[in-house]
């Protein structure tokens, strides 16, 4: 989201500078909104995530998922290993790591960090980020602009337009 496509939401002139510090930080605020309320990436962003134990159809939290990075977890010895890429595979629609046929996951120590997954996610390029995440993040920078006194009144109602496309993005069948 730029600062110009801001100012248009808000019908605010290109040339006015005078809330483009404030802009700023709620273009971050409802961009990092969105993604917590989607558990999405727009931008591209390498994370990592731990689980307990090894085992088919482990879950990633974020989306879109680009690719696995690494996935290292503790053997039985307590020393930390990689796991070969021949072993998994990433299932990216379905947000989880997959055993591939006719492989065995090697034991791990039992503890709650045993597995640590490094990833990349979010979208390549702004193009391919879905014109319902820019809509959504649009409103919410005009919500948190127009009502900047946090006073409960028909902004709540605004609010719902915002709501109805996270639900929307958030169904099993969104693109």
Same mark, same amino acid.
């Given at each position: 989201?730029?600062? @110009? &496509?801001?100012?248009? &939401?808000?019908?605010?002139?290109?040339?006015?500078?005078?809330?483009?510090?404030?802009?700023?930080?709620?273009?971050?605020?409802?961009?990092? &909104?969105?993604?917590?309320?989607?558990?999405?990436? $727009?931008?591209?962003?390498? /994370?990592?995530?731990?689980?307990?134990?090894?085992?088919?159809?482990?879950?990633?939290?974020?989306?879109?998922?680009? *690719?696995?990075?690494?996935?290292?977890?503790?053997?039985?010895?307590?020393?930390?290993?990689?796991?070969?890429?021949? $072993?998994?595979?990433?299932?990216?629609?379905?947000?989880?790591?997959?055993?591939?046929? @006719?492989?065995?996951?090697?034991?791990? @120590?039992?503890?709650?960090? *045993?597995? @640590?997954?490094?990833?990349?996610?979010?979208?390549?390029?702004?193009?391919?980020?879905?014109?319902?995440?820019? &809509?959504?993040?649009?409103?919410?920078?005009?919500?948190?602009?127009?009502?900047?006194?946090?006073?409960?009144?028909?902004?709540?109602?605004? $609010?719902?337009?915002?709501?109805? /496309?996270?639900?929307?993005?958030?169904?099993?069948?969104?693109?």
């Amino acid at each position: 989201m730029t600062l @110009l &496509q801001a100012k248009k &939401q808000l019908e605010i002139a290109s040339t006015d500078t005078a809330h483009d510090n404030q802009l700023q930080l709620l273009i971050q605020a409802a961009r990092e &909104q969105w993604e917590h309320d989607t558990d999405s990436c $727009v931008l591209t962003q390498t /994370l990592t995530c731990t689980a307990e134990y090894l085992c088919d159809g482990i879950e990633i939290p974020k989306r879109p998922i680009q *690719s696995i990075t690494s996935i290292k977890y503790y053997d039985t010895s307590n020393v930390q290993q990689t796991l070969s890429t021949a $072993v998994y595979s990433l299932d990216a629609p379905r947000r989880q790591i997959r055993l591939k046929y @006719l492989q065995s996951w090697p034991d791990n @120590l039992d503890r709650w960090d *045993s597995i @640590l997954i490094t990833y990349v996610a979010g979208y390549t390029t702004v193009g391919n980020v879905p014109a319902i995440a820019k &809509q959504a993040i649009l409103l919410l920078i005009a919500h948190y602009f127009e009502n900047r006194d946090m006073l409960l009144n028909v902004a709540m109602e605004q $609010v719902k337009a915002y709501e109805m /496309l996270v639900r929307r993005y958030q169904r099993s069948t969104y693109p």
